[in-house]
Structure formats: C-alpha cells, structure tokens
C-alpha cells in the first residue's frame, strides 16, 4: 500500500534535484538497503536516476548498517558518527550513493505553494524550519545529558579518557607478553642446548 506512495515521493526528490541523476545513473539496476535495525529499506536505482522502493526479499549490492543512536547523530550533523556507519557489500557503490543522498534537498515551500500560494508555503517553510532546528536542538541536549548521567551518575558509558587509559595499558602489556615470549624462548633454548651437551 504504503510502496507506490514511497517510490513516487523518492522520484519526486530526484526530480527536484536533478543534479543527482548522472551520478545514479552509473550504478542503475543495483539496490542499496539502509538496515536501521528497526525497519529496513531497499532502495533500487533506476535507469534514469531515479529511486524506487524494491522488494523485501530483493538482494541488496550493498548495506548500510545505520543503529538509531547512530541515525540521531547523524541527523545532528555530527561528522565523527560518520565513522561508525558499517557498509557490507560494494563499498564504493554505498559510499557514492550515501553522498548523494546527503546532498538532496526537499524543497517544500515549492510543494506547498501549488495548494496554498506563494506566500503561504514561504511562512509555512519558515516556520517548519525554526520548529525543526529547536526539535534538533532539543535532541542533541537531550543526547548531551542522557550520556552525562550515563557517564558519571549511572556509569553505563566510558569516559574517552578511560578508554584512552584502558587501550594504553592493553598495549603496555602487549608489549611485555612479547618479551616474556622472546625471553621463554632463549631460556627454551639455552636448556635445549644444555640437554644436548
């Protein structure tokens, strides 16, 4: 039911962003699935560049694995979050596809100016757009604070420094492990020796 509307919302996107077209193009025919844990969605490239909703059952060329704590960071702009993203499958085909889909824009004023005029949508577009920036705002103190009382009241999370200290001394007794290894081994060998005089 809910198909037809999403295929024909993502080809609207791609038609008021023509810019992405060529860019798609390069890769028609292939499915990139964007797993958010909760709800998966396989996006299908089409021969013209635009998108379509494929299939469930329909294998995915590439996955873009994408936790909720994670799409909230990105929805921030948080550029270290980046990092986390786990691709399966044709990197270079999730990677290209993600950058584009970052860029694309929606522009509603121009949607909404066919039903309520011009001026209408522009305030209408103003006025989702400060409800939209105090809603993210509102997140990111939100994550801000639920990762404080995490750390320090509840201590679930580790701080970086702790981390930092943690893989520091993991490395230190790496390193001494190593030793002892090459010291057992001339000690396996001096005995080794002695036996054989």
Known sequence: MFKPLITKFLQHITNQNNWSRPYLTTFSGKIVQFDF?????????????????????AVADATVHIPPSLALRLLAKDEAAKMFIKIDGDTHLATEF?????????????????????????????????????????????????????????????????????????????????????????????LAESVAK
């Open 37 to 57: 844990v909760l709800l998966k969605a396989n996006l299908l490239i089409l021969e013209d560049g635009s998108l379509s909703l494929a299939g469930e059952t």
């Open 98 to 190: 993600s950058k584009v889909l970052q860029n694309m824009r929606w522009d509603i004023e121009e949607d909404l100016s066919h039903v309520t005029g011009d001026i209408a949508a522009f305030k209408i577009g103003e006025l989702s757009k400060k409800a939209f920036a105090e809603m993210k705002r509102q997140s990111i103190n939100a994550a801000e604070m639920l990762s404080e009382f995490w750390q320090e009241e509840k201590p679930i999370l580790a701080k970086k420094r702790h981390l930092e200290q943690f893989n520091a001394d993991v490395d230190t007794l790496k390193s001494d492990v190593a030793r002892l290894e090459k010291r057992f081994a001339k000690l396996n060998k001096k």
